[in-house]
């Protein structure tokens, strides 16, 4: 992981974490290795209330 990786992931909103997990295409670097376990901690310790995720998960939307 480059040290810009974290920064991003870091600094992201959970919005964002989520919109990026959603859309992202398959093997990107991001997602993957220790890299996207560190992705995938960072978003759960972000993760807002149920309501809210259901909100930002309707307000993304599945179609780009």
Known sequence: MTTEQKEWIDNASYE????????TL???PLLQ?????YYS???AEK???????????KKIG???
């Open 16 to 23: 964002t974490l989520f919109t990026k997990w959603r859309f």
């Open 26 to 28: 398959v093997g990107d």
């Open 33 to 37: 290795g220790n890299t996207g376990d």
């Open 41 to 43: 901690k960072i978003m």
């Open 47 to 57: 993760k807002p209330s149920d309501e809210e995720h259901t909100r930002i998960s």
């Open 62 to 64: 599945w179609e780009r």
